[in-house]
């Protein structure tokens, strides 16, 4: 199977905008957002939405959010992003994986969680009228981009929003955000989220 280019999907279809679009872009935590704000603000009317049920124990996402709101406070941006942050949901990511925990990193867990977090930005999409939806995940080289784009493309036929392909690392994309989280200070955590086993009881 020939490899899928995800920039360039999406250069292509930044070159056919017309106007500002409306994306809702599902954000993971405040660092890998930085590089991804900066990009797609130029180009579309961003909300963001801090919807990760994953992320335990709850405290650690409490901490996660304030970096993002951190983060949304001080980098410049000509259209400043609004935000949307629907409360911790955990017990959603919980009914997901159940049977998943013993799963490594990077396995059957992560697809399911992927599938969580994306369909529910793709239902609020719909929901709320926006021309695209997408997330900043794809900018970590630790998630698997094929598959992150591969349910974006499936959640699009189902709930009838553009889906945004991308690979934000590209493009030293991953670097930046590294640097513009040095600039503001932000917290970077050690985990993506849900940290089995070693938080499962938390």
Avoid at 77 to 93: K, S
Avoid at 120 to 128: C, K, N
Avoid at 141 to 149: C, E, F, G, S, T
């Amino acid at each position: 199977m020939e490899k899928v280019n995800y920039q360039k999907e999406l250069d292509a279809l930044i070159d056919g905008l017309a106007g500002r679009p409306r994306l809702l872009l599902q954000a993971c935590c405040g660092p890998c957002s930085s590089y991804v704000l900066e990009y797609l603000t130029a180009y579309f009317d961003v909300t963001v939405l801090f919807y990760n049920p994953n992320i335990r124990p709850e405290a650690e996402y409490e901490k996660r959010l304030v970096t993002l709101k951190q983060l949304l406070a001080a980098m410049p941006m000509d259209h400043p992003p609004a935000l949307i942050e629907p409360g911790w949901r955990g017990e959603a990511f919980l009914a997901a994986a159940r049977g998943l925990e013993a799963e490594p990193e990077g396995g059957a867990r992560c697809a399911v969680c992927f599938r969580l977090r994306l369909a529910e930005t793709a239902r609020m999409a719909a929901e709320g009228g926006y021309d695209f939806f997408g997330t900043t995940l794809t900018v970590s080289p630790h998630k698997n981009v094929p598959l992150i784009n591969d349910i974006g493309f499936a959640l699009q036929e189902e709930y009838g929003v553009r889906w945004l392909p991308s690979d934000f690392k590209k493009r030293n994309g991953y670097l930046r955000s590294i640097q513009l989280s040095r600039e503001y200070g932000l917290y970077r955590q050690e985990y993506c989220g849900c940290g089995w086993p070693e938080n499962k009881d938390q």
